[in-house]
């Protein structure tokens, strides 16, 4: 029975959708991203199914390819209809390389989160991968020398005596990624693009289809899915083919959640006799989510003296905002990780992440995985202010 209303409901629908020039196409039906108004595939879509400037096409590869008129193609793995976000990268997977010669201009698009990059080019000798101020790029790198990327706002007393300075790029960065923290992944991210025209977040939130009204003129409009177009036959197959195995799924889950509910109640049984455990009496932190003002307060903090020393391995920048510590900066350090930053900086990280952003290990679980193999001394107790001179 089932099988027949599943054919009923194929082909009652499937005319119905191919008939609309319009329909949402990909280039790849796993992988590729749906595409839609205002973009268009334009060797399956006609020219009215598109917005100009947000033309794609599939290459030989089945990627969804975006030609930008200043930078080139890109592919397009993901679209956010509703955000009114796309995310490309380069189709040869060396995203600095197309970094460094990137313009949005001719395009209909811009950057949500742009930052500065510079590049350098420096011979290999220069191999200080660990410092937080400098991410090598390998893809651009070769055998006798590595490029690599520095914030900026770093001056040129930053630039190592073996680099010298090849350009500095505006890059539109993932907004969600980059807000805080400068991560060596941030280069090998997507991009992220937006853009305001033509404004179909509103008809995509309410599920509707955004596009151009009637077959001429430029006015966008917005139509909701139609709700009686089905003929009477093809709801019956709804009905039937998807009415009958939901219901008997739904009493599936019935007898399965009470089946848990009486072995958890069995288990409270059990175990309320034992007593409570240390994990029970403290707050529970997920290292996904923020910490609370009292919590970030009890990390200890410490006052800089005038030599700005601090434990190894700090060199002596704020991995957040990549300024140089000064005299009587207080900083802030993540207990049992050794990782010191401005009190200001860490302490919107903590609220909204509960990692240490240097080795994304959260104080709860450092203990079985510490990051360091060092452990301060001074800052024993969790909530003093050391002084260093
Ligand atoms: C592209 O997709 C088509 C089917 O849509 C498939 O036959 C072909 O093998 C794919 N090509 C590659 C390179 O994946
Ligand atoms: C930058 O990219 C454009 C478009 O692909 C190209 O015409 C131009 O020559 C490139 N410039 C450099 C310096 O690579
Ligand atoms: C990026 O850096 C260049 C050179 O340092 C500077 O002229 C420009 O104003 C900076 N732009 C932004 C948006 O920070
Ligand atoms: C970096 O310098 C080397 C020579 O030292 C040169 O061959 C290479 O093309 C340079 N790379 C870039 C990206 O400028
Ligand atoms: C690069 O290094 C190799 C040895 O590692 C050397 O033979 C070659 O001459 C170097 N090339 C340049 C351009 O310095």
């Known amino acids: 029975m089932d099988t027949i209303s599943l054919i009923l409901i194929i082909s009652f629908t499937i005319p119905a959708l191919s008939a609309n020039p319009c329909k949402p196409s990909s280039c790849d039906t796993y992988l590729g991203p749906e595409v839609r108004f205002p973009f268009r595939l334009t060797n399956r879509h006609p020219a009215r199914c598109g917005y100009p400037g947000f033309d794609l096409y599939c290459n030989a590869q089945n990627q969804t390819i975006l030609n930008l008129p200043e930078s080139g193609e890109f592919v397009v793995d993901h679209i956010d209809y509703s955000a009114q976000a796309l995310f ?101 991210e997507d991009l992220e693009l937006v853009w305001s025209e033509p404004a179909c977040w509103s008809c995509e939130n309410q599920g509707g289809v955004c596009g151009y009204k009637g077959d001429s003129g430029s006015e966008i409009g917005c139509s909701r899915p139609a709700k009686s177009g089905l003929p009477r036959s093809a709801k019956y197959g709804i009905i039937v083919g998807v009415g009958i195995p939901g219901l008997v799924c739904i009493i599936g889950l019935a007898c399965y959640a009470c089946g848990m509910l009486r072995a958890f109640s069995l288990r409270r049984r059990l ?119």
């Open 88 to 188: 490309i990268n380069d189709p040869d997977s060396c995203l600095p390389a197309r970094i460094l010669n990137f313009s949005l201009s001719g395009s209909r698009f811009r950057g949500v989160y742009i930052r500065n990059y510079t590049f350098l080019n420096c011979s290999s000798d220069y191999m200080d991968y660990t410092s937080t101020r400098y991410m090598p790029l390998f893809c651009l790198s070769g055998r006798n020398y590595t490029v690599l990327a520095m914030n900026s706002h770093l001056t040129a007393a930053h630039v190592p005596p073996t680099c010298r300075r090849i350009a500095t790029v505006l890059v539109p960065l993932q907004w969600t990624v980059s807000q805080f923290y400068w991560s060596s992944m941030d280069l090998r």
């Open 271 to 389: 175990n309320s006799d034992l007593p409570t455990t240390f994990s029970d009496q403290r707050p529970v932190i997920r290292s996904a989510s923020g910490l609370d003002g009292p919590t970030i307060e009890s990390y200890p903090t410490t006052v800089l003296g005038e030599s700005r020393r601090l434990p190894k391995p700090s060199d002596g920048t704020c991995p957040i905002c990549l300024s140089d510590y000064q005299p009587k900066e207080t900083l802030r350090s993540i207990p049992e990780c050794n990782h010191y930053f401005h009190a200001d900086c860490i302490d919107e990280w903590l609220k909204l992440n509960g990692t240490c952003p240097l080795c994304r290990n959260s104080p709860e679980s450092s203990v079985a995985t510490p990051c360091s193999s060092m452990s301060i001394s001074s800052s024993s107790s969790s909530t003093s202010t050391t002084t260093v001179n």
